[in-house]
């Protein structure tokens, strides 16, 4: 019997518990959206053709369980190295003092955001694509179960910008949570399949800057560009964000709107 301290015993109840709130997450949504608001919600949906079918949500749960097998050992070695006192995790607020912690924390964001495009990117070189970065295409109608479903390096890879930074920042621990639960949503909110967030926000000079679903979903359906996944920065800058991206996410579900009943039943 393995004493609740033990690296093993840790792992596993490390994985079960990020297994299952992920699931429990994604499973609500597709069964909302894609499910029970299939009909109310065709308004908001991206795609015109519904392509997703059991196979390729099996595909991605496999893959998905891969993924967290992938996280568990990361989060793992940040805890025992936390309990070792080798990071600059704190539980104590004062030591850092406010300011400090909200700059880390908007800092990190930004540096996730970096992070996650110049990867994502460096991961379209063809040779990169066929061997990695083809596994998180498959899926081309994106849906909540696709979020985590990568290869297990790339899930590596992209999540592991979070070892040196604890190793070397000053951070809020609690702080750390809400990162992960930042990154998360963006991840989901990115593979719905539908649009939520008002047409309005292309007006707001700040906010127009946020990415939305419509933006990474037309990444999976041209193979490139709008490879960032938070904010549109690095796409606009480096020009690699896709020319019809603010008139899809204005035009959002027109194409299902418009379709006879047997146009829609023929899809």
Request: glycine share 6%; hydrophobic share 50%.
């Amino acid at each position: 019997m393995f004493q609740q301290d033990h690296p093993l015993f840790m792992f596993v109840q490390g994985f079960v518990f990020q297994a299952g709130t992920y699931f429990l997450i994604v499973g609500l949504l597709f069964l909302i959206l894609w499910k029970w608001g299939e009909e109310r919600f065709r308004g908001s949906r991206i795609q015109a053709k519904r392509r997703v079918d059991g196979k390729q949500i099996a595909f991605e749960v496999k893959n998905t369980l891969l993924v967290l097998l992938t996280g568990s050992p990361v989060t793992l070695a940040i805890s025992l190295l936390y309990a070792s006192g080798y990071t600059q995790l704190t539980l104590d607020a004062a030591t850092i003092g406010w300011p400090m912690i909200l700059a880390t924390f908007f800092g990190l964001l930004v540096f996730n955001d970096a992070w996650f495009y110049f990867w994502h990117r460096l991961l379209h070189h063809p040779k990169l694509f066929r061997r990695i970065h083809a596994v998180h295409h498959k899926s081309v109608d994106v849906n909540p179960f696709s979020s985590y479903s990568f290869h297990w390096f790339e899930a590596f890879i992209l999540g592991a910008w979070i070892l040196p930074v604890v190793l070397f920042v000053p951070i809020y621990l609690p702080m750390l949570g809400v990162l992960h639960g930042i990154g998360l949503a963006n991840n989901v909110m990115s593979h719905l399949g539908y649009e939520f967030l008002p047409r309005w926000l292309l007006r707001i000079p700040l906010l127009r800057w946020v990415n939305t679903s419509t933006f990474h979903n037309l990444h999976h359906t041209s193979f490139k560009g709008n490879y960032a996944l938070m904010f549109r920065f690095w796409d606009r800058v480096l020009g690699t964000e896709l020319p019809n991206y603010e008139s899809t996410f204005l035009e959002r579900g027109a194409a299902l709107r418009t379709k006879t009943p047997a146009q829609k039943s023929a899809s």
